[in-house]
C-alpha cells in the first residue's frame, strides 16, 4: 500500500508563506488525485486544493483560491501546497490522502471519506 508523508508545517506570522510537500512511497499506476485536507481544533477536517496524476485535473476550495497553489513533481512522486498571506484562521494540521476519483468538487469537498492513505499530518500555526 502507498504510504504518504507530509512536511513544511511550522509558525509562520499573518501574512506570511508556506510549502507543505506530501511525499509517496510509489509512483501512481493509473489516474489517481491527490487531496490536501486541513482540521482545526474542534472542528472537522475539510478539503482544500486536489490535483490528479497527470494534472488533467485541479481543485480549489473557495477559501483558498488565490492564495494557495498545489502542483506536483511526480520524478519525486510528491505533491506540493504553496500558501501565501497566510491568516489565523489557516492554522490547523494539514493532511495529504489519494483518491481514485477524480479530483473536482464533489469529490475533495464532500469530506474525507472519498479518500485513503492518509499521511500523519503536519502543523500549520500562523500567530503573531
Known amino acids: 500500500q502507498v504510504r504518504l508523508v507530509e512536511s513544511g508545517g511550522g509558525l509562520v506570522q499573518p501574512g506570511g508563506s508556506l510549502r507543505l510537500s506530501c511525499t509517496a512511497s510509489a509512483a501512481p499506476s493509473d489516474y489517481e488525485t491527490i487531496g490536501w485536507f486541513r482540521q482545526a481544533p474542534g472542528k472537522e477536517r475539510e478539503g482544500i486544493a486536489c490535483v490528479s496524476s497527470l494534472y488533467e485535473h485541479i481543485y480549489y476550495r473557495e477559501s483558498v483560491k488565490g492564495r494557495f497553489t498545489i502542483s506536483r513533481d511526480n520524478s519525486k512522486n510528491t505533491v506540493y501546497l504553496q500558501m501565501t498571506n497566510l491568516k489565523p484562521e489557516d492554522t490547523a494540521v494539514y493532511y495529504c490522502?489519494?483518491?481514485?476519483?477524480?479530483?473536482?468538487?464533489?469529490?475533495?469537498?464532500?469530506?474525507?471519506?472519498?479518500?485513503?492513505?492518509w499521511g500523519q499530518g503536519t502543523q500549520v500555526t500562523v500567530s503573531s
Open positions: 490522502a489519494r483518491s481514485s476519483l477524480k479530483c473536482f468538487g464533489p469529490t475533495l469537498l464532500s469530506g474525507p471519506r472519498n479518500f485513503g492513505s
